[in-house]
């Protein structure tokens, strides 16, 4: 085993939070002989095997997919949503990008639009409600005229593509200073903007989609480009000047 | 009593389904409203179902584990979905995408819903289209293809290597759009804990509320289950963390059909185990088989010095590696089928050519950057190269990949008839929760055709039938006696499993089972190990209930509690899987017994004795299940053996 494959030896301060309601605190615990080949999420799976070994409370956090796409991972690690790397969610941090003796802090995700459930959950239903007064294009099920019937340039479809990768994870909320959800509402109004299905209630449904997120209490933009750095997927802030045009078209129509 | 029928309606397979549709009761738009249907998931499956149930007028409840529909597991989907459009003018028609069905499926389904299946599968691509998903595209603004395995076609339309996300993107905003109208409400972060029965009837769900413990009782005319599928009984796969076996498992209990338990597809290009700790296996998309060479080195002395880390793969020469699937398969070569594929790499690897920790094989780049060239290579697969590259810390255009096979999708599920309802009236069950369509084994891109086939253009046709007759059924109230009696018994599940108060962490046992079923109900099975598999699991769930330790309040949000319930199904639903292993004794698909091969080291299958489905009815706690035999017909494709070669 070469040298950098020796286990590390950590210490964890990990926000601790009973309820909604309660006080949260930090909460010092050390680690010992972790591999940094095994993911961040893994490393908080030892550390809760220990703490239901001490009979204590293991941390929630939330996971699903554990491989970058699901979007429910949600920790902020040494200040930084997501941790210390790039273009990734937490699940695919590595316990490489860590030295040996390091202390880690987690904290949740932390904004007013993202009120937190226990521990390092937060609740994150309000993008749900955004998405549910616009987020869509108005078809039904069943009728549809063939896939082709319309043709789309390849570069709108790549760029829609580019939007669409949104997971919904937060961590532009959770990074942004104003708390604002704009680089999530815009990637979804630019992704069905770009096409021709969803171009025609475009200009709609960037009003309501921008109406829900004020009225579910997130923040404004002013476009300090933070959310871009940290999003895990590369969504472009160029995404939020798309959105403003559409936001401009309707205030126009109105 | 149950029923056992699976109601295939007359005719030539081509016009069974409209035979079907022009003859089927509808409800009428006014009735519909007083007309409440409840759906378990939200993947592909249940958000599709969930979404067209709104849009019909039904009153619809919509139930999710994680806290946002758009994370149900059909998010992790790559490479892409099917379909018969013949848009490349290759050849394909609905007939060949029903055949190619049937015959990966190793002539293990039902033909005529595999036809449906093949019917739908275009009218699924518009819909998508018209949602707004973002497929790829060529130059000429229409839709790209792209091939998989088991195909001579290119059939398969994707959005990058995110398929699955923006599938599942468009059914979420579609069901967005309902939770919007209030057509659906939706139940996120809640568990179905188990499905209320009355008079033979499924007419409800007992849920926990994983925020608070509470536990609720809901009332539906109608229940769908789409949860998903139950890789996870072997705790290492490519499933999500949450994906389980007990939405399934608790219908089972309650009188649906088990069908086909054993059958599980193992994908062969996964990133291999790295250590105990390991929580998940991460899968490469089928798509790298197109140009990466599988081999392993040719001499023992070599393999072990790889593991031992004084020889690299790339010390290895050419003439000192052993191309394997090449050398067996000249015919598809490194494009076998997964089951082929996966065998194939454990034979290698129990034979002591593996590298690394000894369970892993290469997947080589070399030749095809030196055929086409890095930048072809970085376009067709750089974000999968990307995404090795920070799980492994290797770069694989330098070195080769390491792959071995994981656990990824279950075909066996809940048995369905051809309304896709299961032995309970009332209850369905749709996506890879059911074991409708993909028979022995599945083809790549398929699994997201059947989601979308079964939400979108089955069930909101079967279901009406359903319901139709339920009209002067009156809405109950989940508080009378029948479901008080559910919740009460949930409730005791809950206390008995909080009260053990053991010593051991529910992922201990998951993992022990996990082991046991990996050893002996994995990639190659025999009746002495099935045997023995069974003897430890019977141990395992003793062990369990006496020892498992789950720390924390059952009011509260306690994910030690979520995984202990989901173990404790998982245990003996892995249990039914031997059993059905053990029964079938011929391979096929993927289900492979050492006892039953060609002289080449081939499946061998047993059509006379062994065309149909194994449906296992729960005969009560500790007793050994029973099972019902599916005869299958094939009247429209001809019983071959596969051959690869
Ligand atoms: C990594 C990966 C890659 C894949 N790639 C492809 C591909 O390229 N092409 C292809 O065709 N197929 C692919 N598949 C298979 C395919 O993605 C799945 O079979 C399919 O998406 C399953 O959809 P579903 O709707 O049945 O279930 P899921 O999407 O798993 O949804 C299950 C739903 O049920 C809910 N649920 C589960 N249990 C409960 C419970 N007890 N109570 C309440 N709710 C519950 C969950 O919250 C979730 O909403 C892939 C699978 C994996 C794992
Ligand atoms: S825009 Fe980026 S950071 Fe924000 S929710 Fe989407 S993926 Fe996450
Ligand atoms: S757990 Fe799914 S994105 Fe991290």
């Known amino acids: ?254 | 009593m149950t029923t056992f029928n699976s109601k295939i309606p007359e005719g030539v397979v081509a016009e069974k389904w409209d035979n079907y549709k022009n003859h089927q009761k509808l409800v009428n738009p006014a009735n519909k409203r007083k007309l409440d249907i409840i759906v378990v998931g939200s993947g592909l499956a249940g958000g599709a179902a969930a979404a067209s149930f709104g849009e019909l007028g039904f009153n619809v409840k919509c139930f999710a584990y994680q806290d946002s529909p758009r994370r149900a597991h059909s998010i992790a989907a790559q490479g892409g979905i099917n379909a018969a459009k013949n848009y490349t003018n290759d050849g394909d028609s609905i007939y060949r995408l029903f055949y190619d069905t049937v015959k990966g499926g190793d002539y293990r389904a039902r033909e005529s819903n595999v036809y449906r299946l093949a019917q739908v599968s275009n009218s699924i691509i518009d819909q998508c289209v018209a949602q707004g998903v973002p497929f790829a595209r060529d130059y000429g603004g229409l839709l790209d293809n792209r091939s998989f395995g088991g195909a001579q076609v290119s059939r398969t339309f994707y959005a990058k290597g995110q398929t699955g996300q923006q599938l599942l993107l468009g059914a979420y905003s579609a069901l967005s759009r309902q939770i919007g109208k209030g057509t659906v409400k939706m139940y996120n972060r809640t568990e179905m804990m188990d499905v209320v029965v009355i008079d033979g009837k499924c007419r409800g769900i007992v849920t926990r509320n994983m925020v608070t413990g509470e536990i609720d009782a809901h009332f539906g005319h109608a229940v769908v289950l789409a949860t998903g599928g139950y890789g996870n009984v072997f705790f290492l796969s490519t499933n999500a963390m949450g994906s389980n076996g007990s939405a399934a498992w608790k219908a089972y209990k309650r009188g649906a059909y088990f069908a086909n338990p054993c059958y599980v597809q193992i994908h062969p290009t996964c990133i291999p185990v790295h250590g105990e700790f390991q929580s998940k296996l991460t899968l490469m998309s089928e798509s790298l088989r197109n140009d990466g060479r599988v081999w392993a080195p040719k001499r023992k002395e070599d393999a072990e010095a790889i593991r031992a880390g004084k020889l690299k793969p790339q010390d290895i020469p050419d003439e000192q590696r052993d191309f394997y699937l090449e050398r067996r398969y000249p015919a598809f070569g490194n494009l076998v089928p997964r089951d082929v594929a996966s065998r194939a790499a454990k034979e290698r690897c129990d034979a002591g050519f593996g590298v690394e920790s000894g369970e892993a094989v290469y997947l080589d780049f070399k030749y095809a950057i030196d055929r086409l060239g890095r930048n072809v290579v970085e376009a067709r697969y750089g974000n999968l190269f990307q995404m090795y590259e920070k799980i492994t810390d290797q770069n694989p255009y330098e070195t080769p990949m390491m792959i071995y096979p994981a656990i990824h999708y279950t075909m066996g599920g809940l048995w369905v008839d051809y309304e896709l309802q299961t032995t309970i009236p009332g209850l369905f069950a749709a996506g890879e929760a059911n074991f409708s369509d993909h028979g022995a084994n599945r083809l790549g891109a398929s699994a997201l055709m059947q989601g979308l086939a079964d939400g979108y253009f089955v069930l909101p046709y079967t279901v009406q039938n359903y319901l139709a007759d339920e009209l002067h059924t009156p809405r109950m109230d989940e508080k009378s006696e029948p479901f008080e009696k559910a919740v009460a018994e949930v409730k005791n599940h809950i206390n008995k499993l909080m009260s053990i108060k053991g010593s051991q962490s529910a992922d201990t046992f998951h993992k022990k089972l996990g082991k046991v079923m990996w050893e002996h109900v994995g990639m190659a099975r025999n009746k002495e190990g099935l045997q023995k598999a069974i003897n430890e699991l019977t141990q395992i769930k003793e062990e369990f209930w006496k020892d498992v330790k789950i720390p924390g309040s059952a009011d509260d949000l306690n994910p030690e509690l979520e995984k202990a319930n989901r173990v404790a199904d998982f245990i003996e639903l892995g249990e039914l899987m031997a059993r059905d292993a053990l029964a079938r004794e011929e391979s096929c698909g993927g289900h492979f017994r050492t006892e039953h091969r060609t002289e080449e080291g081939e499946a061998l299958r047993h059509d006379d004795d062994f065309a149909y489905v194994g449906a296992w009815e729960y005969a009560g706690e500790n007793q050994d299940p029973n099972m019902h035999k599916e005869d299958l017909k094939f009247e429209f494709c001809k019983l071959n053996q596969r051959n690869y070669k």
Request: aromatic share 6%; with cysteine; charged share 25%.
């Open chain 1, 1 to 254: 085993m070469s040298e950098q494959h020796k286990g590390l030896n950590l210490t964890l301060k990990v926000w601790r939070q009973k309820g909604p309601k309660e006080k949260g605190h930090f909460e010092t615990y050390s680690l010992q002989n972790i591999s940094p080949d095994s993911s961040f999420l893994e490393m908080m799976d030892v550390l809760n095997e220990q703490l239901v070994t001490e009979d204590k409370e293991p941390i929630a956090f939330d996971h699903d997919c554990r491989e970058g796409i699901c979007g429910m991972c949600s920790l902020y690690i040494n200040g930084r949503a997501h941790g210390p790397d790039e273009d990734i969610t937490t699940c695919q941090l590595h316990m490489r990008k860590f030295k040996d003796g390091e202390t880690i802090t987690v904290e949740p995700w932390r904004s007013a639009g993202f009120p937190v459930i226990k521990d390092l959950i937060v609740d994150r239903g309000a993008f749900d409600k955004i998405m549910a007064a616009g987020g869509f294009v108005s078809v039904n099920t069943g009728g549809i005229p063939d896939a082709n019937a319309i043709p789309i340039s390849k570069d709108k479809a790549d760029e829609a593509m580019d939007a669409a990768s949104c997971i919904g994870c937060g961590a532009c909320v959770a990074t942004c200073k104003n708390g604002s959800a704009m680089l999530f509402v815009s990637a979804k109004v630019s992704q069905l903007a770009l096409l021709p299905q969803g171009k025609i209630e475009a200009a709609r449904r960037a009003k309501a989609m921008v109406a829900k997120m004020d009225e579910v209490g997130f923040g404004n933009c002013t476009n300090t480009g933070a959310c871009e750095v940290e999003c895990p997927k590369g969504i472009s802030i160029a995404n939020i000047a798309r959105l403003n045009r559409e936001f401009l078209k309707a205030k126009i129509q109105d």
